[in-house]
């Protein structure tokens, strides 16, 4: 079975993503793909999603404002390591802008993202963390 993944296209100045029931997606990532103008992201039932970001588009998603990730059975971690990365570590994982961050019913979540870095919300106004039970 092939990977699914949405497409890369004019994702640079997508500025609100919804990805509702998409139950064979495996990415919402692909080398070269890029969401610095993304402001919300919502990600809702997609049951084999294992992650939603990789460590390298950290940077560019700069505007992201609201975060939310709802009843998705397979996630693991928030930001995915890649292969270049695996023994490394980075210092510090920001969202500057973020102010609302919901994690809701992720049973197999273990961690946001499992590198050895600092976790930066300077913004964050609403945090919500529910049946993440790991």
Known sequence: MGQHHLPVGSSSRLRKMT??????LTQIYKKGTFY???????VDRCS????VFSASMISGLVHLHELIIDDCSMMEEIIAVE?????GSM???EFPHLNQLELRKLPR???????KCDSE???SEKVVVHGCPR
């Open 19 to 24: 990805l509702r029931r998409l139950l064979k």
């Open 36 to 42: 610095e103008n993304l402001i919300h992201l919502s």
């Open 48 to 51: 084999i999603l294992r992650n």
């Open 83 to 87: 292969e270049e990365q695996e023994k």
């Open 91 to 93: 210092d510090t994982i």
């Open 109 to 115: 979540l273990t961690s946001f993202c499992h590198m």
């Open 121 to 123: 919300f300077p913004l």
